[in-house]
């Protein structure tokens, strides 16, 4: 009885964050796939675009090591609230931007603020028990994946009414993730703050600590392969399976569903029965086939099966890793460790679709060897002989 009221009450105490997160992905989701054709708008190129949609992942690279670091010292909400206030300056310079230069320099104050993800994922780990934590980043990957589902949507819609209107509501949408989290989200965590913690710290603590090191490089190349592989996704779908936007969306659609029935009801009770890396690694080790097989030209039946596992297997991964290496982090410098794994992960965003746009051009029936390869490396170092690489329970 006592397990489940702590659990409760971890659940409660995430509330807040969870709705702040859901709404602020939300807001990002509808104007990152409009800005290609803002971009457009005013006569840029697909290289320019390209420039456009990278200034933002690395505005978001710099960002999250420092805001992370500074959560550490000076508490999460502060600091949460100070990203929120750039990410609303930038939306609002977007909805009023008039000339190529101004959209650059709005997708940068926006992708500044962005890079909060790693205080967040740190807010999570601060309030729950080692018990209770894959559960509850489950859930916030669940929360993820709707704001990363609805906000195309709501932006296709809003597009119509002027260029302006997303990026306007975009905005709107954080004012009140602001209000959220002056309201609901409390403060009282500020009492782990560390005040002699630093970038730097965090910084040598990454890279001198082999099990974070590892962690954050298997993430980095497991984000790497997912942002690839959805660059290919609707080229491959066309130019081999000839299917249009509606097959794609659909079957976007359907893997979200099973990767959200997977987070809530698989990867709770696999990672209690056999611990976080044991999860981790079968994840891993499922996404290798179903990069393999959704690319090889098997039709569509073979793909849309292969899309199904590959849901699960990214299910398994995401929350497993993050829970590591929220354990393996030290206290003072939690936020710091999130906020440069976040930043690899941004790294990642940026590597993953320039390959492949490459590769997919070169041989769309040898797409799949690129993700499939770095899962494959990011599943082999797990092997590897230091503690972080052990499949093993964990204990509060």
Sequence with gaps: MGAKRASRSTVAALIPIY??????????????????????????GGFTVGLILTTSAVATTVAAPIWGSVSDRLGRKRIVLISQLVSLAGY?????????AMLFVARAIAGFGGGNLGVTQSYIAD??????????????????????????????????????????????????TIALTLRFLPSRHAAHAAPNANLRRAALTVLRDARIRSLVVRHLLFIFAVT????????????????????????????????????????????????????????????????????????IGVFAAALAAWAVGAACVEPTLTALLSKAAPLRTRGGIMGFNDAANSIALILGPALGGEVIDLSPRLAGIVPALAVLIACGLGFVGHPGGRARRSHP
């Design 127 to 176: 309030v729950t028990a080692e018990r209770d934590r894959d559960r509850a980043y489950a859930l916030f990957g669940v929360l993820f994946g709707v704001g990363i589902v609805l906000g195309p949507v709501l932006g296709g819609f809003l597009i119509r009414f002027g260029f302006g209107v997303p990026f306007a509501v975009a905005a709107g949408i954080e004012l009140l």
């Design 92 to 100: 609002l310079a977007l909805a009023t931007a008039s000339s190529l």
């Design 228 to 299: 690839y592989f959805f660059t290919i996704f609707g080229l491959y779908l066309k130019r081999v399976l000839n299917y249009g936007p509606e097959m794609t969306s659909s079957l976007l659609a359907g893997a979200g569903a099973v990767g959200g029935v997977a987070l809530v009801i698989v990867v709770g009770p696999l990672t209690r029965r056999f611990g976080d890396a044991a999860v981790a690694q079968v994840g891993l080790a499922l996404s290798v086939p179903a990069y393999l097989l959704m690319t090889s030209g098997g039709g």
């Design 19 to 44: 709705g702040v997160t859901l709404v602020d992905v939300l807001g990002t989701m509808i104007m990152v796939p409009l800005l290609p054709y803002v971009a457009q708008h005013y006569g840029a």
